[in-house]
């Protein structure tokens, strides 16, 4: 772009940020510096006008239609397209030689218009350093369990891994759990945060895994047959299992013996009309029935039966 207008004593840095108003500036990438040129006079005075070029070409139109006719410091500005022409002939020897990080520093000039964030400052760590190995977690027979599986799941992520991308319990003699992080620093802190820690009465052991070790054990067909038909059973009825400890809970509970003195008190079993019938006999005999329909200890009624008979 040509710029014309310009005040005369405008700096190259107040030029530069005008001109980034409108789009990333172009660097040189010998000198690192912004290609931006003021114009000055034979006595060396600015002559207020100048070039700036631009990374992206969309910048030049956006300059065109926002520049024009601006004004900076009570100065108004002309912008248009700059023109180039040939000042005698050509001579390729004259040509200067490009450097040879010419390329490398031409790219890292177009990593500008990348939105992804810059990496952090700092060594840099192996992948496998974001995956942390846990032992002794549990035993191997606890496969044979999927609630036993999936509450150590739960335990794990909600009180302990919180910040892990991925968990993965394997059936592995020393009961191993392979947990994968974001990032190596929080695979660090999980490493100093288990290591020696005791989970569900065992004491764990946690290490950054070497990035060659397979903890994966192959099951046989006769494992996989039986795992999948407890897997069938608990998908088909999950209470089963809960509904069988509150059964052997009951039976426990019957079986219990009580101190003599305290046993429950034994329920009459006899039907309501045999009961009337033995009332209505005892009647016939001459024995008191009460309100309650239970023989009666009053003597007075037994006196007065032979006072009528007299």
Not at 75 to 96: P, R
Not at 176 to 199: H, Q, Y
């Amino acid at each position: 772009i040509y710029f014309a207008g310009l005040p005369p004593d405008i700096t190259k840095d107040e030029f530069v940020q005008v001109m980034s108003k409108c789009g990333i500036i172009m660097r040189d990438p010998q000198t690192e510096e912004h290609k931006i040129k003021l114009y000055k006079g034979k006595e060396g005075n600015p002559k207020g006008d100048g070039l700036c070029c631009y990374l992206k070409r969309e910048s030049v139109q956006l300059a065109l239609r926002l520049l024009d006719e601006a004004e900076i410091r009570g100065y108004k500005l002309h912008v248009e397209i700059a023109k180039f022409q040939l000042k005698g002939e050509y001579d390729a020897s004259k040509k200067k030689k490009k450097c040879k990080d010419y390329k490398k520093k031409l790219s890292q000039q177009q990593k500008q218009l990348d939105w992804r964030p810059e990496k952090k400052d700092g060594a840099t760590r192996m992948w496998h350093e974001r995956i942390v190995v846990i032992k002794n977690m549990f035993h191997p027979k606890d496969f044979e369990d999927p609630l036993v599986l999936n509450e150590i799941r739960e335990d794990l992520r909600t009180e302990i891994l919180l910040n892990a991308s991925y968990l993965s319990l394997q059936r592995h003699p020393d009961g191993v759990a392979s947990v994968s992080f974001k990032e190596a620093t929080e695979a660090d802190v999980c490493k100093l945060t288990l290591n020696g820690r005791w989970f569900g009465g065992r004491q764990l052991s946690a290490e950054t895994w070497d990035g060659v070790t397979d903890y994966q054990v192959e099951e046989t067909a006769r494992e996989r047959e039986e795992r999948l038909k407890v897997w069938e059973s608990f998908l088909k009825d999950p209470d089963a299992k809960k509904q069988q400890t509150t059964s052997d809970s009951d039976s426990a509970s019957s079986s219990v013996k009580l101190p003599k003195g305290k046993q429950p008190p034994e329920v009459n079993d006899t039907p309501k009309e045999n009961a009337n019938d033995e009332a209505h006999k005892r009647e016939n005999n001459g024995e008191g029935i009460n309100e309650d329909g239970d023989p009666s200890t009053d003597s007075s009624l037994a006196g007065s039966d032979g006072e009528a008979d007299t």
